[in-house]
């Protein structure tokens, strides 16, 4: 299967946090994983995550970092979490990837990300039926985000 554990990625965005100073809480590293999966598909047309991204009432979901980290609630990840996490081992590009997210997206709160996926044409709001769990297909993923790099690069985008 391609991709890498959503354990990886998120150890990448923990670090990022560490390394800034900035605080990231659950529902900010979802989001986060999230997004960058989005732009991994639209960039390079591979996933990011492993696993299925899900739409649940509130927004996409990764399952396992929801409840890998659930316990925090709306607190901030303590960085000593990485130490269970599996050794940053992301190719250079996936990191660089990473890096633009993080720089892009880390000083909006977690509120204002999950309104940037709940959108009107987001893959979530196309996907959600009121049904938790439904998976959120990769390749409305990657169109969505391959729209928006297209805006991007023409100035139309944010």
């Known amino acids: 299967m391609e991709g890498y554990s959503s354990y990886l990625v998120a150890r990448a965005f923990l670090e990022k946090s560490s390394e ?6 659950p529902m900010k590293l979802i989001k986060l994983a999230y997004i960058a999966h989005g732009w991994h598909l639209a960039i390079y047309g591979k996933p990011l995550l492993r696993e299925d991204v899900k739409a649940w009432k ?3 979901v990764v399952d396992s970092l929801y409840h890998a980290f659930k316990s925090f609630k709306n607190n901030p990840i303590p960085v000593d979490e990485l130490k269970d996490f599996p050794e940053n081992k992301l190719p250079p590009q996936t990191k660089a990837l990473i ?3 993080w720089n892009k997206y880390s000083k909006l709160s977690a509120y ?3 309104t940037l996926t709940h959108m009107d044409g987001t893959p979530w709001q196309k996907t959600f039926n009121g049904e938790p769990g439904v998976s959120i297909p990769n390749d409305l993923i990657q169109q969505y985000y391959a729209a928006k790099r297209s805006k991007t690069e ?4 944010h």
């Not at 800034?20 to 809480?25: M, V």
């Not at 023409?154 to 985008?157: D, P, V, Y």
């Open 58 to 60: 509130y927004g996409p």
């Open 20 to 25: 800034s100073g900035i605080p990231i809480t």
């Open 154 to 157: 023409t100035g139309s985008g």
């Open 99 to 101: 890096d633009a997210v």
């Open 112 to 114: 204002h990300l999950s």
